[in-house]
């Protein structure tokens, strides 16, 4: 797998520690910031495979920017990613278009992918029966 | 992963840990000093083996002397303090001081950081609660005596009830009931609560000069301080002295437009009796003196005094009551216009620019353009705003201005007097009749003026209790805010890239079993840390309900709820932020208690909001027997509600389940339907 992957993150600690975490499991991170504005720029400019976005991104609401994201027509899938667990924002999260949530302290490269990949199939739909 | 850097990560983890375990206890309102003792206990647990203490600086000290103080005081020439800021003044230095030569560890200065802040919050917390006591007290105090006189009890019995409270709420213990002759210029001691230590017998006198507290009193006629009594003269100063007391405060009591006596306050010899004091003590004279007049109607003119006397009682329970403004400056004017005989009772508020407002009226208040005061009142009352004092204005003729503002509508006689609030003129109490009203209609207005003057200070008591309440409130919730704030962004974040960067560790190289096994044990640590601040931090405060409202907030609470719940709460909009944190935490309580105690097949949860307020009941079908207190938290509920000016019941008969119910008005100061005071 080659991965590009942008990080947008109010947390330097995170953008660091998650961008060499991923970068040794074989993700390219082509891009990382704290900033909404910049988030969109960098997705435009690098068109990357994924977008990792914290649902509280400081004064800037992650959620938002997810759905900015979409509505910008960037072919990066969306995962959520928080240090609160997901039973904590379910409500929040809903009808942000995002493929999935990860939190954070699960992040991995596998998980990314399994996300990335759930997302591809369900907007393949149910498709053909395969045989055998 | 190198040696040092596991070092590094245990000692972060154990900081965290200390830091939480302290920030549970601020959030739980433990006790100030146990606080403290924890704060010195974890920090000084961390930084060993140099040790940390707490140092309160007082006004004039700083930081650095204070540090460099304590370094010496410890034999040591190393010492590093960070300041604890509430209010944003310095109230004192969390101060580390090492027993080796040569720097404290690294990092030091941030560790301490962290517990100075904690540590002022738990500050702030206990001032709060202490000024909001004390008004609590106040309020109770005032409308214990006021019953006393509404009851016509005896002056004797008033002023004990006096002296009971002022002791009370003033902290003094020694408490003087004065009789003032201006003729003779005599004072005579009446009661004293303090036996064979005071400096005069029951009975007692003596002249006006001899009484260092009386002789602002009586010259101002508004309450005094006297700070220093040893270097003033005669025989009773001197023995005021000597029996070992120390400060005093008096205030006059004000009968008939004359100071008829006053009541005064003594400290023992080395305390500080706090600012404020004589004002205080003011609010009860002014009682007082409504029990004196009451008593002297009662001896002096029976039958047209009782009829006063009756009238006074009626009002006086209304303030005992604790009515509202509006019923007692009506229900005043209405007395006053029934006990005078006379047609046209007006009362108002004097402002400081010269403008008059009419809160009550014998003519009723009308439409609001008719909220004025009538010409020949308004000239009345400018009269008493520039004196003062009671007025009277019967000979218009000699007034030609006045008579060209009031017109052919005026009425032949005007007499006012003044409303006497807090030592400043607040209002006036006018009166107004065709023919010339009686010569000692000014002195029996002052009676009325009296019981209004003791309203107002419960009104504005009480307003300062419910301010006093919701800034409780809200300071409590800004501190669980920070700190849970203080968790995500620092704790939590920390604790995340380290688990990340193990992972990326073990990744990256091939390790020896033994290590592997080790940082296995450290990533469990690891995670299971981070879950139980995840726990914890999920109960301090609700990050859903500043986002996105109650709407989502209520929904996430009804999915995690153990018991099934049955939500309605659609079409909420976004209200005030204290009003929609009420309503999270009494539900959220409600479904906790129910979780813990119900044994429920549901809990129906319904939110109404519309333009009066918004009401909230929650209802389980459980075994009930809930109460307030008990650990139930609800409690905590209540001042939360009727901080906000809303009430609170709770229903829960044995056997047939639990029913809260409040509601909350939704303008964001619960005062604002009151009367313009």
Redesign the interface.
């Known amino acids: 797998m080659n991965l590009s992957c942008l990080i947008v993150d109010d947390?330097e600690?995170?953008l660091?520690?998650?961008a060499?975490?991923l970068s040794?499991?074989g993700v390219t991170v082509v891009g990382r910031t704290s900033s909404g504005d910049e988030a969109l720029r960098l997705a435009e400019a690098l068109s990357p495979d994924v977008a990792l976005v914290d649902v509280?991104l400081g004064d800037e609401?992650g959620i938002d920017l997810a759905r900015r994201l979409a509505s910008a027509g960037s072919s990066a899938t969306v995962i959520l990613i928080s240090?609160?667990?997901r039973?904590?924002?379910?409500?929040?999260m809903a009808g942000s278009g995002a493929a999935g949530f990860l939190r954070?302290?699960a992040?991995?490269a596998q998980a990314v992918m399994d996300l990335i990949l759930a997302r591809k199939q369900a907007d393949l739909g149910p498709g053909p029966p395969h045989a055998g | 992963m190198p040696v040092e850097s596991t070092g590094n990560l245990y000692q972060l983890l154990r900081e965290e840990a200390a830091l939480r375990r302290v920030a549970m206890l601020v959030a739980r309102e433990v006790p100030q000093r146990a606080v403290f003792d924890a704060v010195v206990a974890e920090a000084s647990d961390l930084i060993a083996p140099a040790r940390v203490q707490i140092a309160r600086i007082d006004d004039g000290a700083n930081l650095d002397e204070t540090i460099a103080r304590m370094a010496r005081e410890a034999g040591t020439d190393c010492a590093v303090g960070v300041p604890i800021v509430v209010g944003g003044t310095t109230w004192g230095a969390l101060v580390a001081v090492s027993p080796e030569p040569g720097p404290l560890a690294a990092g030091s200065t941030t560790r301490l950081g962290d517990f100075s802040q904690l540590a002022a919050s738990a500050i702030a917390s206990v001032q709060a609660r202490e000024e909001l006591r004390a008004l609590a007290d106040q309020q109770g105090a005032l409308r214990r005596v006021a019953t006393l006189v509404a009851q016509s009890a005896e002056p004797r019995a008033v002023f004990t009830a006096v002296a009971v409270e002022a002791a009370r709420i003033l902290g003094v213990g020694a408490v003087s009931l004065i009789r003032y002759d201006a003729e003779s210029g005599i004072l005579t001691k009446i009661f004293g609560t303090h036996g064979k230590r005071a400096a005069v017998p029951d009975g007692g006198q003596w002249p006006l000069e001899d009484g260092p507290e009386a002789v602002p009193v009586v010259a101002t006629g508004r309450p005094a301080r006297i700070d220093d009594w040893t270097s003033l003269p005669g025989p009773v100063a001197a023995r005021h002295v000597e029996q070992g007391f120390g400060q005093a405060v008096a205030a006059p009591i004000i009968v008939d437009g004359a100071i008829w006596g006053l009541i005064s306050a003594f400290g023992e010899a080395n305390e500080i009796l706090p600012p404020g004091c004589e004002m205080r003590l003011a609010d009860f004279t002014h009682l007082m003196a409504s029990a004196i007049s009451n008593a002297q109607a009662r001896d002096e003119l029976r039958g047209l005094a009782e009829q006063q006397g009756a009238a006074l009682r009626r009002v006086a329970t209304l303030v005992a009551q604790q009515a509202a403004p509006s019923t007692i400056f009506n229900a005043v004017a209405g007395e006053a216009s029934r006990a005078l005989g006379v047609s046209r009772v007006d009362v108002g508020r004097c402002h400081e620019d010269g403008s008059m407002a009419l809160l009550g009226s014998t003519a009723g208040l009308g439409r609001p353009d008719q909220h004025a005061f009538t010409p020949s009142g308004k000239c009345v009352a400018t009269k008493v705003m520039q004196t003062g004092r009671a007025a009277r204005i019967d000979n218009w003729a000699a007034r030609p201005a006045d008579v060209q503002a009031v017109g052919e509508q005026g009425f032949g006689s005007a007499v006012g007097a003044p409303i006497m609030v807090d030592g400043a003129l607040w209002g006036v109490i006018v009166v107004l009749a065709d023919e010339t009203l009686h010569d000692d209609t000014e002195t029996r207005l002052t009676d009325f003026t009296h019981l209004v003057a003791s309203s107002i200070s419960n009104v504005h008591a009480r307003d300062n209790l419910i301010a006093s309440r919701a800034r409780i409130v809200t300071a409590s919730d800004e501190t669980r805010r920070r700190i849970e704030r203080n968790l995500h962004d620092g704790v939590q974040q920390r604790i995340v890239a380290l688990a990340l960067n193990l992972r990326a560790v073990r990744v990256m190289s091939p390790l020896p079993d033994e290590v592997q096994a080790g940082l296995d044990d450290v990533a469990r640590d690891l995670e299971s840390v981070l879950e139980e601040i995840r726990v914890f931090s999920q109960g301090l405060h609700p990050v859903l309900l500043a986002r996105s409202g109650l709407g989502p907030s209520l929904r996430a609470l009804a999915r995690r709820s153990p018991i099934p719940v049955r939500l309605n709460a659609a079409g909420i909009p976004r209200l005030s932020e204290p009003v929609e944190t009420a309503v999270y935490y009494v539900i959220s309580e409600a479904l906790a208690n129910a979780a813990k105690h119900s044994q429920a097949s549901e809990v129906s949860v319904t939110v109404v909001c519309d333009t009066a307020g918004v009401r909230v009941t929650t209802a389980d079908d459980g075994v009930g027997g809930a109460a307030l207190g008990q650990g139930s938290g609800l409690i905590g509920l209540v001042d939360r509600v009727e901080a906000l000016g809303g009430w609170f019941t709770l229903e829960s008969p044995s056997g047939h389940g639990t029913t809260i119910s409040i509601e909350l008005p939704l303008g964001s100061s619960p005062t604002d339907e009151r009367a313009p005071v």
Not at chain 1, 87 to 92: A, D, G, I, P, R
């Open positions: 947390s600690e995170f660091a520690s998650a060499r975490l040794v499991q509280e609401d240090v609160r667990d039973n904590e924002l379910s409500e929040l954070k302290d992040l991995d």
